[in-house]
């Protein structure tokens, strides 16, 4: 399941870059695309603005296949409070425009599964797929706008994998 999980954030965090270079974030003084991986991340009280969270909150295994079929869940949840040039009121703009980069992230759905525990990473046997995202609805707080997209990603388990 690493595999697979490694797999769809590295490939969206790759298609980031191309779709929209100028969204990075800093963490721990490096800067690096607006993407990551909550659970691989030490704990933070206030979640990033304007940056794309993925958090994994499902796995199911369908046995009755040749190879196990993974069905991970994966939530993806991001915010925004607008622009200082204008006072926020942007919040909306900017948020439809990280739904358009998501759409254009998950495009197309599906990618060679890779093992990065190797150096260089190494191509799998198989793929990973997934479906579109199911968007929830726009959840303004305070000063802030945040959506979640939750989305099914699908995955062969390989013989000896983990």
């Known amino acids: 399941m690493q595999n697979a999980k490694d797999t769809f954030y590295i490939t969206l965090r790759d298609r980031l870059t191309t779709v929209n270079p100028a969204r990075t974030m800093s963490l721990r003084s490096v800067t690096r695309p607006g993407i990551l991986v909550e659970e691989a991340e030490s704990p933070v009280p206030l979640m990033p603005m304007d940056v794309f969270v993925l958090r994994w909150t499902n796995v199911s295994v369908e046995s009755q296949f040749a190879l196990p079929l ?11 409070v607008g622009t200082q040039a204008l006072g926020g009121l942007d919040r909306g703009r900017l948020l439809e425009a990280m739904d358009a980069e998501l759409l254009q992230m998950l495009s197309p759905a599906s990618t060679q599964k890779m093992n990065y525990t190797t150096t260089p990473a190494t191509a799998m ?11 929830g609805p726009m959840a ?5 706008v945040s959506r979640a997209a939750t989305l099914t990603v699908w995955s062969w388990q390989e013989v000896g994998e983990k």
């Open 70 to 80: 993974v069905q991970m869940t994966c939530e993806i949840q991001y915010s925004t």
């Open 125 to 135: 046997q198989t793929s990973i797929f997934w479906d579109q995202p199911e968007f």
């Open 140 to 144: 303004p707080l305070r000063d802030q």
